[in-house]
């Protein structure tokens, strides 16, 4: 019994890395995407800058 749950709590801790991992990825890629939103907003909000002072001038 004692090799079984030993076996399991192992099995169990490989899973809670790979979750870590995975998790960690994720996150990475959230932050990512985010700044890429970021960046695409200010370049638009540029766009319409220049775009309100050439219909003004």
Same mark, same amino acid.
């Given at each position: 019994m004692?090799?079984? &749950? @030993? %076996?399991? %709590?192992? !099995? =169990? @801790?490989?899973q809670n890395d790979e =979750? &870590?991992?995975?998790r960690a990825a994720a996150e990475d890629e959230v932050r990512k995407a985010r700044s890429a939103a970021d960046?695409?907003? &200010? %370049? !638009? %909000?540029s766009t319409v800058e220049r775009f309100n002072r050439r219909a003004k001038g």
């Open positions: 004692t090799n079984y &749950r @030993s %076996e399991v %709590e192992q !099995f =169990i @801790s490989c =979750i &870590r991992k995975a960046e695409a907003l &200010r %370049e !638009f %909000e």
